[in-house]
């Protein structure tokens, strides 16, 4: 597998399909510190949904642990489209370990935040505690949008502990905004600089 070409391809804004296999197949490549970082950097940068998430899942295969520390530790940033994204990617994970982290999210003062905390907590609950705190979201002053993610994953939640399997666990993520770098070296077809992000550890 070259190496060199998925780093290329992974940045090809006019193609997005070749970004998102890019994005897949570097989970596949090992001991290349540098895919871990562009994989990092398109869970925070990258407009699109899905490469988002196959940049989450390749580095829940290269680093699993490490991943989920990672996206744990920016659900504590001051800015809100970090910690957003931060929520979703938990989910994406799928590891249930998480689930202390997202629970926290559903009190975050920022809407959005609410909303990804809620849908990652179908997707990671199991027990009555995750429903409960679900729960109380259902009341007259929260916005519809996290009413209605709240009532989803708590079914979700109980189609689980009854042995059922979801239809809604596939669900896609909202559209998120995120910026690139720069025009040569950006994930989105866009001149707007980001708020840059290295993690830092690999």
Known sequence: MNAHQLKKDIFDADHPEKQIKAAYQMRYVQSDLEVVHILFRACYEAKDPKLQQEAVRSLGTLKPDRTMETFIKSTHSHDEEKRMRAYYHLGTLSNPNAIDAVLRGLTDPDERVRKAAAVSAGRLGGNFEVINALKRLLNGFEPDSIKIAAGISIDM??????????????????????ENKNAQKGFNKTNHAPTSYTPKGF
């Not at 939640?157 to 995120?178: C, W």
């Open 157 to 178: 939640i109980k189609k689980r502990m009854n042995g059922k399997q979801s239809s809604d666990g596939n669900r896609s993520f909202n559209k998120q905004v995120g």
